[in-house]
């Protein structure tokens, strides 16, 4: 009755109506920055424990056999949502995260199983657990209760990019070492989950680099000929800014956090700046920007310290104006209307169509004449 009353206070009749989000499969890097502003976190601390994370999860990942999806949804989880890792620990968004991914590539796995894995991978083979030890109950319940926050960050978009395969077709396509070339490309396409380049590019862009990137550092580039007039980048449906931009994503890796990636200790600090300086010349001669599809001017900064909900960012709701304001923030997204969640972003802009016509206010105004009757003023 209370929230019917509500409803005619305001003029409305009628449910509220669903809110949409739409999955993004790809995001650029402006829409990183501006994620990461919004969430108002220390950069340097959040991506420090953002590699303990990465560390954490491909550790666990090469016990238990798995792609590596976790590493995906640990990114996007960081971006979408305003929790950092710092609040919920890393290790249990790692564990959410990895638990996820068992469930979406089929491979089953509970998390007692996980935690036991990531136990047992630290200690002695004569203090190994059982995944029924208790030690692991309270770390258990919070990875389930994570994983709702994983799906909802992804927007349930299991289409997933591998660049792995497609990384050892060019490997044998070009004929290039494997023993070298190959199996450095093929670790830093691992390292390449470190970055935010998983997000960004296709699967495509991301195998071209890392070759490339690979035979540079074996000085074997001009041997194999990688570049542009052998890969035809218009069959890969990339370009060359893009391979670029995933390029100094990985030197930027490997020169700042070097420590904690696994090609980095292979390789000098020097051999990374130099093949730096002869990207940085060519990006320079053919005018290649840092990052593709930035705006020429930058987002407008939020004053007063406000910052806007990232669901609203994140979201197309066939609403009106008047009815969106009023689910500003995330914990009340779901409170007047249900959350759905689809993959076609057409088909949520001819629902948004169809659906604000019965939420269009309609006003008429009238115009009355009446006549004025003027009453005689009093004698004194």
């Keep these: ?69 976790p590493l995906l949804y640990f990114a996007i989880v960081k971006l979408i949502k305003r929790k950092t890792y710092a609040e919920y620990g890393f290790i249990d968004a790692a564990g959410a995260a990895l638990f996820t991914a068992c469930k979406i590539e089929d491979t089953l796995k509970k998390s007692k199983d996980i935690l036991c894995a990531a136990y047992n991978s630290k200690v002695a083979p004569a203090e190994h657990l059982s995944p029924d030890d208790s030690i692991f109950e309270n770390h258990s319940k919070t990875i389930i209760g994570l994983e709702r926050l994983m799906l909802e960050a992804s927007g349930f978009d299991f289409r997933n990019r591998y660049p792995q395969k497609l990384l050892v077709k060019l490997a044998k396509g070009c004929g290039v070492d494997k023993r070298t070339v190959g199996r450095t490309a093929y670790d830093m396409s691992l390292d390449l989950y470190r970055t935010f380049a998983p997000l960004k590019q296709s699967s495509s862009t991301m195998a071209i680099a890392c070759l490339e990137l690979s035979a540079r550092m ?61 990207l940085n010349q060519e990006a320079t001669q053919h005018r290649y920007p840092r990052f593709t599809q930035w705006p020429a001017k930058p987002p407008k900064a939020t004053s007063n310290g406000t910052k806007p909900a990232p669901d609203e960012r994140d979201s197309l709701s066939p609403t009106s104006r008047r009815d969106q304001s009023r689910r500003g923030r995330a914990a009340e997204r779901g409170r007047d209307g249900t959350v759905r969640f689809m ?38």
């Design 1 to 69: 009755m209370l929230g019917r009353s509500q409803d005619q206070a305001h003029g409305r009749v009628g449910p509220e109506p669903s809110v949409i989000q739409v999955a993004k499969p790809y995001v650029f890097e402006t829409t990183i920055q501006e994620c990461m502003t919004n969430n108002g976190v220390n950069e340097v601390k959040e991506d420090s424990l953002r590699l303990q994370g990465v560390g954490w999860i491909d550790n666990v990942r090469r016990e238990l056999q798995l792609y590596p999806d």
């Design 218 to 278: 074996h000085e074997q580039y001009a041997e194999n000929r990688l570049g542009e007039d052998v890969i035809d980048y218009r069959k890969w449906n990339t370009s060359r800014e893009e391979v670029m931009e995933t390029l100094l994503d990985l030197l930027d890796l490997f020169t700042h956090h070097r420590s904690a990636t696994v090609i980095g200790p292979q390789h000098t600090l020097e051999a990374f700046i130099a093949v730096r300086i002869t």
């Design 343 to 380: 993959l076609d972003a057409v088909r949520a802009k001819e629902e948004q169509g169809v659906v604000a016509e019965f939420f269009k206010v309609e006003e008429e105004e009238y115009v009355v004449e009446e006549d004025v009757v003027q009453r005689p003023t009093a004698r004194r």
